[in-house]
């Protein structure tokens, strides 16, 4: 089990909870996961989202490994210029 | 029924002739009809300098000028700025102090110090950046583009 | 699949040590392309010409907002020399979301959203031919109402962009031009301004400012009837352009081969079409001939990507000492006529990113508003939040009589720190950069009359992304390394550099290619300040793939265990004495037999890269203000900024100072200006003002090294935090100097004026 931090903004999808723990050992299992949980998140999570996982800011990673002392955030999606 | 005009001109010392519309200016001639691609099309409005030639010794913007008025004079390029294969001070000098990021603007600006030193051959940084303020350059902030030029007119200067 | 058979790769958490005395990393070599590019030969995107090849020009709308009721090319299509003519409903139908987006910008279909916006194109044998036919292309508008500016167009009254491309966040009732939403903090904020001796809050606005590349857009597209085509084009990424153009013209990635040029500058404007695909479906249209296409400066300014302008509220919570106990923000940005543009949550993500905030928040709208559809700039938000936060921070620092670098350093992001955006900060340089710059003699100039000095912080996450790269031996021992990332500023010598150290052959040795589409796998594009740290990383992981299988020729060779031999100095060494004796092999003397060995040799990796490091900076800008004319002059400018290790550091210090460059032009001079019929005023460079060599003083630099342990050689990305800092460190210089707090960028001589009458007048 993985514990995620949510933003703020989408609290209204999730019943009110900031931080959602699911099942998952990467980070595109997490974020099928909290879909599944909460299907609400689902067109969020599908225009894109970054996560940053033990301080690292990850973009369309999802074969990235998660660990259930991980710190993992959702971020706005960030890109470079 | 062509209304092209034939054009004699000396390119880096070399006799060219080439044919060009009325319309075409001499930046459109030197790159789509003498396949001298160095010099650059920034703006088409004679603001950025990336078009930068000499035109009879005289610094100009190629984009401002029509291939017409090529006729009979002698023009200098970047292409021909190294005599044979040994490149001009200037040329090395950028490389060196890394003058240069996405190099676009380099040409226009070689040919431009080149124009400043054999008019001034002890320019101080003010003048240099004075003179090159008609070539933009958005990569570098111009630092090493001025310390390249300083350190080439030193070279040129000891020896001379 | 039982979620315990998945075998995770781990790329985050993989830990360097690069601490050691390098030979090649870290030295300043003359760049491998350097010759060509002062010489002329380098060829960029319009330098390209082959036989049989057409030319385009583009008709483009005069109105921000209109439905195209009738578009008539008869006369056009007759024109002389005139082979093809294309408009938007020749585009395939069906498309959705980004790539509808991106399609739509290529080409308008029933309506045109902003002045620039393109309608119809024309191939001819020459160019003045089809700018001539261009102008016999008929079309009625029926003109619609606009809206320009970000704050109007939130407005109930507002005119409607678009319709139902609201994201799913936005609150309820908010205007469809609202497209969409961000909200996250943490801590007490009520509670943090509460324990706060000064509580300021203010209003920040900044107009919109192009990349400003010297060179334009430039392609020539080839595409038969059998839907297989190729491109040469100036880009920042070859598979983006691929990918787009592929989406926008229903084609197969893999039947379209895109080359790039070398590139005129990019920062981020490079990183997507505008009119690339025109060239394609134009040349579709006539018959598989050659079509180049070639934005004249206008058509950039107009209709490329510029980011966007903002309006921006800060709140800060500061203490008597300078303890920061809260910050709240809300940022409205309008990103052109389309949804997703704007880089509103990136913004939000960097505005505090630069301190230890107990108790934060932070709300973005992303609107529309009738202009061009915004691209990426040099670290797409990040700058404006600065301005925004780092105004505040410094006005508060005044009037507490506090010093700003002592405030930056006590409230300053640090290893373990929680970020503003969540997550906590591994090994991170602000501290170091604010200490440099305290350090810097810049610091003890003495100002005179009308003169005045600013500090500023700035930050930028970097990327790393999908990253494909091979490096193979040639017969006789010199490497190539094939790489898909765009060289913008000198990336090759670096990544020369990095392939030269780990393996251990002279720097001379290495040619680094910048590859087309068909010759690697996906490669993000030069963006995100990744080109050296995830080119260079998959460039090292290559290289070690080829050292194994070298010291597995040798190995065979010599009759020993292949973990007996080890690579050292750019050769096979038996490891130790228990080994054998065996003089080393070169590398030339495994390249020579490799055939006869076993084959070819080469290293391939690719990955989307992890390990990525922040970058942080501190600038201190000294300027003097005429105070007849309002004229801000640039004195003395600092740029320091953790690098990570610069494997090139003149290249790392173009960075620096390019970056400043920029950010100096958008804080005092550049912006689009738009008339009463939203149309854009300035397109050219005369009237949008970039710096030039007389307005700068040399650009002071440091270059700070804080390794990254997530990169063998500890690199940070580097290009786009530079231009975070200005904005915000020539605003508190100029308000040092003149008494005056400008809100409004840019700080043109008549608004400096302006304020320093009001200021004079009481």
Redesign the interface.
């Known amino acids: 089990m993985v514990e995620v931090n949510l933003w703020s903004g989408l609290r209204r999808f999730t019943d009110g909870e900031l931080v959602v723990t699911v099942e998952a050992k990467t980070v595109g299992q997490m974020l099928d996961a909290l879909v599944t949980a909460y299907p609400a998140l689902e067109p969020v999570i599908e225009s894109g989202v970054s996560i940053a996982v033990d301080g690292e800011v990850i973009t369309d990673a999802h074969h990235i490994a998660v660990k259930p002392d991980s710190e993992i955030f959702l971020l706005q999606q960030l890109k470079g210029g | 029924m062509s209304n092209k005009i034939h054009v004699s001109a000396t390119v880096n010392g070399d006799e060219v002739e080439f044919l060009c519309?009325p319309?075409?200016t001499l930046l459109?001639a030197l790159?789509?009809r003498l396949?001298?691609?160095?010099?650059?099309?920034?703006?088409?409005?004679g603001?950025?300098g990336?078009c930068s030639v000499t035109v009879d010794g005289r610094l100009v913007c190629s984009c401002l000028m029509l291939g017409a008025e090529a006729e009979g004079k002698e023009i200098a390029?970047?292409?021909g700025?190294?005599e044979g294969g040994e490149?001009h001070p200037l040329?090395r000098k950028?490389?060196?102090?890394?003058a240069?990021?996405?190099?676009?603007?380099?040409?226009g600006i070689?040919v431009a110090a080149k124009n400043l030193l054999e008019k001034n051959p002890d320019p101080t940084e003010?003048q240099?950046?004075?003179w090159?303020?008609?070539?933009?350059?958005?990569?570098?902030?111009?630092?090493?583009?001025?310390?390249a030029v300083m350190d080439a007119a030193e070279e040129m200067r000891g020896a001379a | 699949m039982a979620l315990d058979e998945v075998k995770p790769v781990v790329e985050t958490g993989e830990s360097y040590d690069s601490n050691k005395e390098f030979k090649y990393v870290g030295t300043r070599p003359n760049r491998p392309d350097g010759l060509d590019k002062v010489t002329g030969r380098a060829k960029y995107g319009a330098d390209h010409a082959v036989a049989n090849m057409l030319h385009a020009a583009v008709l483009r709308s005069p109105h921000a907002h209109a439905r195209i009721v009738k578009i008539d090319t008869s006369k056009a299509e007759a024109a002389e020399g005139v082979k093809a003519v294309v408009i938007g409903t020749d585009l395939p139908e069906g498309l959705t979301g980004g790539d509808l987006h991106l399609q739509e910008n290529t080409l308008a279909r029933d309506k045109v959203y902003y002045d620039g916006h393109a309608v119809a194109a024309v191939a001819a044998t020459s160019a003045l031919a089809a700018k001539d036919a261009v102008k016999l292309i008929e079309v009625e508008y029926e003109l619609l109402p606009h809206v320009i500016d970000v704050d109007e167009a939130m407005k109930p009254d507002a005119p409607v962009i678009r319709e139902g491309d609201q994201g799913p966040t936005v609150p309820e009732g908010m205007h469809p031009n609202v497209v969409n939403y961000m909200e996250f903090g943490h801590g007490d904020l009520e509670a943090g301004f509460a324990a706060a001796d000064l509580v300021l809050e203010n209003t920040f606005k900044t107009e919109a400012t192009h990349q400003g590349y010297i060179e334009p857009h430039a392609c020539v597209g080839q595409l038969g009837e059998d839907g297989k085509g190729e491109m040469w084009v100036c880009t920042q990424g070859q598979w983006f352009i691929r990918k787009m153009c592929a989406a926008v013209l229903g084609l197969e990635a893999s039947n379209l081969r895109v080359t790039p040029s070398e590139i005129g500058g990019g920062f981020g404007g490079k990183t997507t079409i505008f009119s690339e695909a025109i060239s394609l479906a134009l040349s579709r249209k006539a018959g598989g001939r050659p079509v180049k296409l070639v934005m004249t400066r206008s058509e950039v300014l107009r209709a490329t990507g510029p980011t966007a302008s903002t309006s921006m509220d800060v709140k800060i919570g500061m203490k008597k000492d300078g303890t920061i106990t809260a910050g709240s923000v809300e940022f409205r940005m309008q990103g052109g006529a389309w949804p997703d543009m704007a880089p509103t949550g990136m913004a939000l993500n960097c505005a505090f990113a630069s301190y230890d905030m107990p108790a934060v928040h932070h709300v973005g709208y992303d609107v529309l508003a009738n202009r061009p559809k915004a691209a990426a700039y040099r670290a797409p938000g990040s700058p404006m939040a600065a301005f925004a936060v780092e105004s505040l921070v410094d006005e508060m620092c005044r009037e507490l009589k506090l010093d700003p670098i002592e405030v930056r350093m006590k409230n300053g992001a640090k290893e373990g720190t929680k970020a503003s955006y969540g997550p906590t900060f591994k090994q991170i340089g602000l501290m170091q950069t604010l200490e440099a710059a305290k350090a810097h003699p810049n610091l003890q100039a003495e100002l005179g009359p009308n003169q005045g000095r600013g500090v500023a912080c700035g930050f930028w996450f970097n990327h790393g992304g999908e990253t494909s790269v091979t490096v193979a031996l040639g017969n006789d021992g010199t490497v190539t390394v094939s790489a898909g990332t765009p060289d913008i500023g000198g990336s090759r010598a670096s990544v020369a550099l990095m392939v030269a150290e780990t393996l251990g052959i002279p720097y001379d040795h290495v040619r680094v290619n910048i590859v087309e589409t068909g010759a690697l796998g996906f490669n993000e594009p030069s963006h995100g300040s990744r080109a050296t740290f995830a080119t260079g990383k998959a460039a090292v992981e290559s290289c070690n793939q080829a050292i194994k299988e070298m010291c597995r020729r040798a190995a065979k060779k010599w009759g020993i265990d292949e973990d007996a031999v080890e690579w050292k100095d750019g050769a096979a060494h038996p490891a130790g004495p228990n080994a054998g004796e065996f003089p080393p092999m070169t590398i030339k003397k495994i390249a020579q037999s490799m055939g006869r060995s076993g084959g070819p040799i080469s290293g391939h990796h690719e990955t989307t890269a992890g390990g990525v490091g922040e970058s942080f900076g501190t600038h201190v800008v000294d300027v003097e203000v005429d105070p007849e004319t309002g004229k801000t002059t640039i004195l003395r400018y600092l740029v320091v900024q953790d690098a990570g290790r610069a494997i090139h550091p003149s290249y790392v210090e173009g960075q620096y100072q390019g970056g400043a460059a920029q950010g100096i032009g958008w804080a005092l001079n550049e912006e689009y200006v738009y008339d009463d019929m939203g149309r854009l005023q300035n397109p050219v460079f005369l009237d949008y003002r970039v710096p030039v060599a007389s307005d700068l003083p040399m650009i002071d630099t440091v270059i700070v090294e804080v390794p990254n342990p997530g990169h063998p050689y500890g690199v940070r990305g580097v290009g786009e935090t530079g231009i975070t800092p200005p904005l915000p460190a020539i605003a508190n210089a100029i308000a040092d100097a003149t008494g005056c707090r400008m809100r409004h960028l840019p700080m043109t001589p008549v608004k400096v004026l302006k304020a320093i009458k009001e200021r004079v007048n009481g």
């Open positions: 519309d319309r075409e459109d790159r789509d396949n001298l691609t160095g010099a650059k099309e920034g703006c088409g409005t603001d950025c990336a390029t970047i292409e700025m190294a490149l040329q950028f490389i060196e102090h890394a240069l990021q996405c190099g676009v603007c380099t040409p070689l003010e240099v950046r004075y090159l303020a008609g070539n933009l350059c958005r990569c570098t902030g111009y630092d090493k583009i001025i310390r």
